[in-house]
């Protein structure tokens, strides 16, 4: 097994151990989703003005995607649909930034907030040590 695969088995078992709920039956997720409140900056991929970033908060985070709540307002200035791609930038609570590359795959809008369920597309700078860093984060 790798080392991603052995870290998130030993993260099942804590899991069960401690009684936490496991996904639904039938859910398509292969990872674990860690649910968080880190802020985040983020900017469409495909820029149009380099002066558009926004900052809103992740809210969970997984091995291979993430949720993103944003403001309605936020998408009149740039659309926020399936398929977009943004850049993200956003510090884990162990003090490795993570910049990378979402592309949305689901939107939920609630009054006036989004949630933009993300996959990522692409790390900036060393993926291995990202991922590991995401890997050790999502753990604890």
Same mark, same amino acid.
């Given at each position: 097994?790798?080392?991603?695969?052995?870290?998130?088995?030993?993260?099942?078992?804590?899991?069960?151990?401690?009684?936490?709920?496991?996904?639904?039956?039938?859910?398509?997720?292969?990872?674990?989703r860690?649910?968080?409140?880190?802020?985040?900056f983020?900017?469409?991929?495909?820029?149009?003005?380099?002066?558009? &970033?926004?900052? $809103?908060?992740?809210? *969970?985070?997984?091995?291979?995607?993430?949720?993103?709540?944003? =403001?309605? #307002?936020?998408? &009149?200035?740039? $659309?926020?649909?399936? *398929?977009?791609?943004?850049?993200?930038?956003?510090?884990l609570l =162990?003090? #490795?930034e993570?910049k990378?590359?979402?592309k949305i795959?689901?939107?939920?809008?609630?009054?006036?907030?989004?949630?933009?369920?993300?996959?990522?597309s692409?790390?900036?700078?060393?993926?291995?040590?990202?991922r590991?860093?995401?890997?050790?984060?999502?753990?604890?």
């Amino acid at each position: 097994h790798s080392f991603m695969e052995r870290l998130l088995s030993e993260r099942e078992r804590v899991k069960q151990r401690m009684g936490e709920e496991k996904e639904p039956r039938g859910s398509k997720r292969r990872f674990y989703r860690k649910k968080v409140s880190i802020p985040c900056f983020y900017a469409p991929a495909q820029k149009r003005d380099p002066h558009i &970033s926004f900052k $809103r908060y992740v809210k *969970d985070l997984s091995m291979t995607g993430l949720s993103l709540e944003v =403001n309605h #307002k936020n998408d &009149s200035l740039v $659309r926020h649909g399936v *398929d977009d791609a943004f850049h993200l930038r956003f510090g884990l609570l =162990n003090g #490795k930034e993570l910049k990378l590359t979402g592309k949305i795959v689901h939107v939920m809008k609630r009054r006036d907030i989004m949630r933009l369920g993300m996959v990522f597309s692409e790390m900036s700078g060393d993926q291995a040590e990202s991922r590991k860093a995401l890997g050790f984060f999502l753990l604890r």
